[in-house]
């Protein structure tokens, strides 16, 4: 298990891909992701598993604070991440990859009803 803070830069990623990578030739399995829907602090996240083609769980907030709540002591996004990697088989199913159409039409669909109001 790796645990550690992913900035929102490209060699991050580029850094997180390849430790990903070693892990699956290391252990033959690719690995299990998990992480809290955060909007836009996720999405970045969520795009790189996608073009990579990782199989991931996204979580709602409200779901990870459900299944954290028991577990944790202190309340803080490391602790969150740690306790959601440590119990990840908890019976959750992989997160629906839609196509980037539908991706795209939901967003225009929520910038059109922000203008209409």
Do not use: W
Request: net charge negative; glycine share 2%.
């Amino acid at each position: 298990m790796f645990e550690g803070e992913l900035k929102h830069y490209q060699v991050d990623f580029e850094s997180l891909h390849e430790r990903m990578v070693l892990l699956e030739q290391q252990s033959g399995q690719r690995p299990e992701i998990v992480f809290e829907a955060t909007r836009v602090y996720s999405m970045a996240l969520e795009k790189f598993l996608q073009d990579h083609g990782y199989i991931y769980c996204r979580l709602n907030p409200l779901e990870a604070k459900l299944q954290t709540a028991a577990m944790r002591r202190n309340k803080t996004d490391k602790s969150d991440a740690h306790e959601l990697a440590k119990h990840f088989k908890m019976n959750r199913k992989p997160t629906l990859q839609q196509d980037t159409y539908y991706n795209q039409m939901r967003a225009l669909s929520r910038y059109y009803d922000e203008v209409d109001e």
